[in-house]
């Protein structure tokens, strides 16, 4: 399983972002997706994860209400649409594939793409 994240940049407090994480054949739908997130200092912590084949989303509560996860089966593509950013949204992204019986625990996710800073200025 081979996982690719793309789409951090720099933005401004209030605005938007979508990230992408292209994914091998078939991962996505093999697969829980999930997007995680370390900022500098603090361990790394559960964004958001999509079960493609249930067809359900979780969330953190930090992020609920801000941010939808997606997932394009035909792409192989999961996505990441990250709307009225916060300074503390600053962090690296990181998608993750794996099964987890907990959504949010990233010990049980066993493959990782590399990150993507996403930086919110003030």
């Known amino acids: 399983v081979q996982l690719q994240a793309s789409g951090g940049g720099l933005v401004q407090a209030g605005e938007s972002l979508r990230l992408s994480c292209a994914a091998s054949?078939?991962?996505?739908?093999?697969?829980?997706m999930g997007w995680f997130r370390q900022a500098p200092g603090k361990e790394r912590e559960f964004v958001a994860a999509?079960?493609?084949?249930?067809?359900?989303?979780y969330y953190a509560d930090s992020v609920k209400g801000r941010f939808t996860i997606s997932g394009d089966n035909a792409k192989n593509t999961v996505y990441l649409q990250m709307n009225s950013l916060k300074s503390e949204d600053t962090a690296v992204y990181y998608c993750a594939a794996g099964t987890p019986l907990a959504y949010g625990s990233r010990s049980q996710y066993g493959y990782w793409g590399q990150g993507t800073l996403v930086t919110v200025s003030s």
């Open positions: 054949k078939r991962t996505f739908s093999r697969y829980v």
């Open positions: 999509i079960n493609y084949s249930g067809g359900s989303t």
